[in-house]
DNA sequence: TTGTAAGCGTTATCAC
DNA sequence: GTGATAACGCTTACAA
């Protein structure tokens, strides 16, 4: 894998000049390469994957062929021979969702990093689309993938293929197989619902994702602060993870005669959802209902008040996802590492003390 | 390309089952369906291709043994020898921008609908990156791609290869060569304007990105404007489209003993950057100073008072962009086509009338 | 209607 | 240190 990382440093630097309109009507192939600088194809090849050793006299005729030609190596071929690519996957839930698109971004800058390109996949939560990107993976012989999967597919996960590297990220899976980064979603629900409990908040209800293994987690921590103050959970809903459910389901919350002093969100578009519905009944944050959530938003802060959460080292996890995976197709055989990383309590003034 | 795409679709039909654990032990090629069904592999092909005429037992056959191998065929072996692959790129300047991530999803589900995939890449605005993702697309025998290139590096796109189908989208591209998705920006500007001007507010500011072509031409707008009512531009920047440096910006604007009253932002990412320096100068949108911008985001009608500003149908440049790539791809001898589309001004509280 | 075989552009094995 | 050459898994003339 080395020798592809550096190969790939190495084009990028010296063939930098874009491809001329001419280009792919002569799109030259190594043989070009080798008829020019008088050596054979395999000569060509070892020069520009730098691996076996040739004189430097024919490294610089065939480099200087390369460069005349402008020659760029053919990654389909080189795919398909060597049955890998300088190439990783991004498997995820949904790109809208602002934590995933931290997620990207960093994991986009870290693989470029080392030469290689993401191929971004969106499941919109659909096991039947998260299976056909896996074995989409499979097909583009990705070096390896970062995957956040729905609950009902990761259950899966353990028993198939192992044979590809992958890193979890954002959820549990029940496998030994895999490398995981995740954040550790009890406490940080335990740390959220125990910020509400100390600033007067009685009446907690609960607005929590179906469709991965975070939002039971978070559930848990807001079950277990809940207990320990000997509060019962006002109301709890599991829903998907989108804006217009958690409008729908806060705004029928709302509309009871008895409302919650405190909805409790299990990510950033169901809190988006929730404050529209409460904007939509004209109440008051935090005097008549106050409002968490979990990661940092553009908006989180621009709303006024502005919004109390758990915000997610994305920026880390994406990084740390991306370094996991490098090392495992590096060395499959080591065995999975599961990090964990802690969420930061940002108190603001949805949840102010009462 | 039509039969491809039917086969594709097939495909993710017959094979949805997962990847079993020893698959890739033996990996079945199309050569042990032949052997298994009793014919060539060129038999196989044909029937997987389902283009060729085939007699309906023999068809049968094959299907048989291809469903008792597992088999799915080689993408990256069938890419090398045809040229071209069921894949499209989306190469974007900014995932962050809420512009490009719903322009993302939008893409993602149509292309998802004809049985391709999406290779989505970042160029972060960086003509660099720029360069290497579009060789990378070429390498990738990406079916085409859409594109929305820095100013600088649209400017080169015309000189170069025009072999692989390009969408243009958002940002103009001095070529002929392209298919091109655009918002009128020039009346975009100038109605957002009018607007702050007809609420009442003379001294406007502008907040212009200066990477892309889109700011130009709202500027134009804006000018036009300004021009109409005899007003002069208060003042005026332009800086890379990114919060922070929104934010500084408009925070040495609004620290002047003159401030203005209004701060006209030509896209999300400095609106956001702006009001962040509103309100850490403690000032009251918009009694001390309007705000308007471009692009309907999760938070710009949930901040108080919500943000006035022209949408763009992203949904519809997503798919219109990705269809008329579909488009090009059939027929790549098509004349190219310019579709503008007009945005809607959404009025709300942050220009509200003085 | 079906089979044979060439070839897509690489890399890796084996000689020399 | 270098060159032939055989794969990698597929599609497609061309034959039969």
Redesign the pocket.
């Known amino acids: 894998m080395i020798s592809l990382i550096l190969?790939n440093v190495e084009f990028s630097k010296s063939f930098s000049s874009l491809l001329p309109k001419w280009y792919n009507l002569l799109?030259?192939?190594?043989?070009d390469?080798?008829k020019i600088a008088?050596?054979?194809?395999?000569?060509?090849?070892?020069v520009?994957?730098n691996?076996?050793?040739?004189?430097e006299?024919?490294?610089q005729r065939v480099m200087d062929a390369v460069e005349h030609l402008n020659?760029?190596?053919?990654l389909?071929?080189?795919s398909?021979?060597?049955?890998k690519s300088a190439k990783i996957g991004l498997v995820v839930s949904d790109i809208r969702n602002p934590f995933f698109t931290e997620i990207g971004r960093a994991v986009e800058d870290a693989a470029y990093e080392k030469g290689y390109s993401v191929l971004m996949c969106n499941t919109d939560e659909n096991p039947e689309k998260e299976e056909m990107y896996i074995n989409l993976m499979h097909d583009e012989n990705v070096a390896g993938f970062i995957f956040s999967p729905t609950q009902q597919f990761g259950a899966k996960l353990s028993t198939f293929d192992t044979s590809i590297p992958i890193v979890i990220i954002d959820r549990v899976v029940n496998t030994k197989q895999a490398d995981m980064v995740l954040l550790d979603n009890v406490a940080a629900g335990y740390d959220l619902t125990n910020h509400l409990i100390e600033n007067g908040y009685r009446k907690i209800a609960g607005l929590f994702g179906n469709a991965s293994t975070t939002a039971p987690e978070r559930r848990r921590g807001w079950l277990k602060a809940l207990r320990e103050h000997q509060l019962k959970p006002f109301a709890e809903y599991a829903i998907p993870p989108k804006i217009k459910q958690g409008y729908d389901t806060a705004l029928a919350l709302l509309n009871q005669s008895d409302r919650p002093d405190a909805i409790f969100t299990s990510n950033s578009l169901l809190t988006a959802g929730a404050l529209q519905a409460i904007r939509g009944c004209k109440l008051k944050v935090p005097d008549d209902v106050a409002l968490v959530g979990f990661d940092e938003t553009t908006w989180g802060a621009l709303v006024d008040p502005p919004i109390s959460l758990i915000a997610q080292p994305t920026e880390e996890i994406g990084r740390t996802a991306t370094e996991l995976l490098f090392q495992r197709i590096k060395d499959p055989t080591r065995s999975p590492k599961t990090v964990i990383l802690k969420g930061t309590l940002i108190a603001r003034g949805s949840s102010a003390k009462r």
Do not use: C
């Open positions: 190969f799109m030259p192939s190594i043989k390469v080798a008088g050596v054979s194809t395999a000569t060509v090849s070892r520009l994957g691996n076996a050793k040739v004189t006299e024919t490294r020659y760029r190596p053919n389909i071929a080189r398909l021979r060597v049955q």
